[in-house]
């Protein structure tokens, strides 16, 4: 039978680290909530169907991206990044996928 909880002594330094693992963890998994939300809420700003880059002027404006075709890029960035971490099937390259919006969006 598996053990449903893993006691550790929260007092012992490497407990600590792992507890500190286990929050960036839990973090990261609830984070994709808020990249929904933010996707969600850049949807409802593009103006038409998507397809062409002054559909995003609204995203530019409001985010300060220089140029509707940069607006566009980083919402692709940010779908692209979704796809990966929004879902319980098979992907890969996920943490490629991180790196590279962290490196565009940072």
């Known amino acids: 039978m598996a053990f449903t909880y893993l006691p550790h002594d929260p007092s012992k330094s490497r407990s600590i680290r792992l507890n500190n693992i286990m929050g960036n963890l839990n973090s990261a998994l609830y984070g994709t909530d808020g990249l929904n939300n933010e ?3 850049m949807q409802l700003m593009i103006d038409g169907d998507g397809s062409a880059d002054a559909h995003y002027a609204e995203i530019r404006i409001q985010y300060g991206f220089p140029t509707d075709t ?37």
């Not at 607006?71 to 790196?99: G, M, P, R, Y």
């Open 39 to 41: 996707i969600a809420n």
């Open 70 to 106: 940069i607006a566009h890029e980083a919402f692709n960035e940010l779908l692209s990044v979704q796809s990966k971490l929004d879902t319980d099937s098979s992907v890969s390259n996920v943490k490629a996928a991180i790196l590279q919006a962290f490196n565009k969006l940072r």
